[in-house]
């Protein structure tokens, strides 16, 4: 297992945690455990939980963080059922949570993996392995309008609906079993003058990934989930990678600070609803000149906090 994993905007993410001695913390996307290395020597008898859905992440972590055992619980699941993960660790509540959403940078540099737009594989993309649906059952199964939808919703790609056709032509021929395959299929579909500018398969590779682990359903599901369990002035941490992500915690962050949602003309509030946290971070955070000097992947990554009222 040969991977090394920079976490990003980390110095933002253990200010943001609020660290205390003895609390309870979960890293609910391992990965290489670069964050929670750095959350777990602060910790004298708090405990660390980790979560990932990924087994080689899991190994890595072990291997990391092989000093601070009596530290540490390590849980392969994935982060949408952190609720049921506590619960099944007797842990009621918890002083802060860690998301670092999306693919890690070992899950691209694993070229078996098919996440790479640059090596050839097998249509994968499965951040969980035990899951029987990947990226080669949306490319071959998909209808050409469920496609188009995808890559234009989690793609962003303008050329959706052309790259839709062209892979459905192609499978007329014969199934498309590779990554590289549906590059060739996809240079066949984007104008050369486009392709210049960026890699033909940068958008359509990361809205086939987001659908094939239902990263956007997670992020949305996983956020209230993850207040509820948090202790009075516990806080969440997330950082994303790309606009749809972000949108979603920015989002999800406005509607659970809202104190009130009745209609302004009623006279008094009849929702009940309560402010549940504090937005830390009115702007999101993103990484400083050094940082984007050494780690290229920080680029695009932004930070948001909240804190548990």
């Known amino acids: 297992m040969d991977f090394n994993h920079i976490p990003v905007l980390l110095d933002q993410v253990i200010d ?26 602060r910790l004298k008898g708090g405990k660390l939980i980790g979560i990932d859905q990924d087994t080689n992440a ?3 972590a072990e291997e990391v963080l092989k000093d601070y055992k009596d530290k540490i619980i390590l849980v392969h699941n994935n982060f949408e059922n952190i609720d049921k993960v506590l619960d099944e660790l007797n842990i009621d509540k918890v002083d802060g949570v ?14 078996e993996r098919g996440f790479s737009f640059h090596q050839d594989a097998d249509l994968d993309m499965r951040m969980n392995r035990d899951q029987d649906f990947s990226a080669w ?25 052309r790259i839709a056709e062209f892979i459905v032509e192609e499978r007329k021929e014969k199934t498309i079993d590779s990554t590289l395959e549906l590059v060739e299929v996809l240079k066949k579909a984007i104008p050369a003058k486009v392709r210049r500018e960026n890699h033909p398969g940068r958008k359509t590779f990361q809205a086939i990934r987001i659908e094939v682990n ?19 002035g516990g806080r969440l941490a997330i950082i994303t990678f790309h606009s749809l992500e972000d949108r979603i915690v920015k989002e999800s962050y406005r509607d659970l600070y809202k104190d009130c949602v009745c209609p302004p003309e ?7 609803k309560k ?4 937005i830390i971070t009115r702007k999101p955070l993103v990484a400083t000149e050094k940082e984007l000097e050494e780690n290229v992947r ?10 548990k009222k």
């Open 16 to 41: 943001g945690l609020n660290i205390k001695e003895d609390g309870i913390y979960v890293d609910g996307t391992l990965g290489g455990a670069g964050h929670s290395l750095e959350i777990v020597k």
């Open 58 to 60: 899991l190994k890595k």
């Open 98 to 111: 860690l998301l670092d959403i999306g693919v890690s940078s070992h899950q691209l540099d694993e070229q």
């Open 137 to 161: 059952n949306v490319v071959n199964e998909y209808s050409q309008e469920e496609l188009a939808d995808i890559i234009w919703k989690y793609g962003e790609e303008k050329w959706a609906k």
């Open 214 to 232: 239902r990263e956007l359903d997670v992020l949305t599901n996983v956020i209230p989930k993850i207040v509820a369990k948090l202790n009075k």
């Open 266 to 272: 009623l006279p008094i509030c009849m929702c009940d």
């Open 275 to 278: 402010r549940e946290i504090k």
């Open 298 to 307: 920080s680029r695009s990554a932004k930070l948001r906090v909240a804190e």
